[in-house]
């Protein structure tokens, strides 16, 4: 019962909190757009559509919290999306909030 709580939790925070999720992963390792797809798949078992994904790479680069470059991997040109030091404090204070609501809550 819990693993599906989970699953669903998992799921709402995805989608209600797409640029956090998006966030994290490029400040774990510099990504590319499919790359961010799968990784999203397979860690979470979300399937997130090119319509959700590309327009929120671009407010997260609109809002400086990450910067693309064009890189040549395998003989192909990629976009690769990486975090400014604005976006790792941004992610920083995101946890640390979520660290002060969890403090701050109730036991069942």
């Not at 693993?3 to 640029?19: C, F």
């Not at 990784?39 to 609109?62: D, F, M, N, R, V």
């Not at 040109?77 to 030091?85: C, D, G, L, N, Q």
Request: net charge positive; glycine share 4%; with cysteine.
């Amino acid at each position: 019962m819990t693993e599906n709580y989970k699953k669903e939790i998992l799921q709402r925070l995805t989608k209600h909190m797409l640029d956090m999720q998006l966030l994290r992963l490029i400040i774990m390792e510099p990504m590319w757009g499919y790359k961010i797809k799968k990784t999203l798949e397979a860690e979470l078992g979300i399937k997130l559509a090119h319509s959700a994904l590309y327009p929120s790479l671009k407010q997260l680069e609109c809002n400086d919290l990450i910067f693309s470059q064009k890189q040549h991997h395998q003989g192909r040109a990629r976009k690769v999306y990486m975090p400014t030091e604005k976006g790792k404090l941004y992610l920083q204070c995101y946890y640390n909030v979520i660290e002060e609501q969890i403090q701050h809550k109730k036991t069942f």
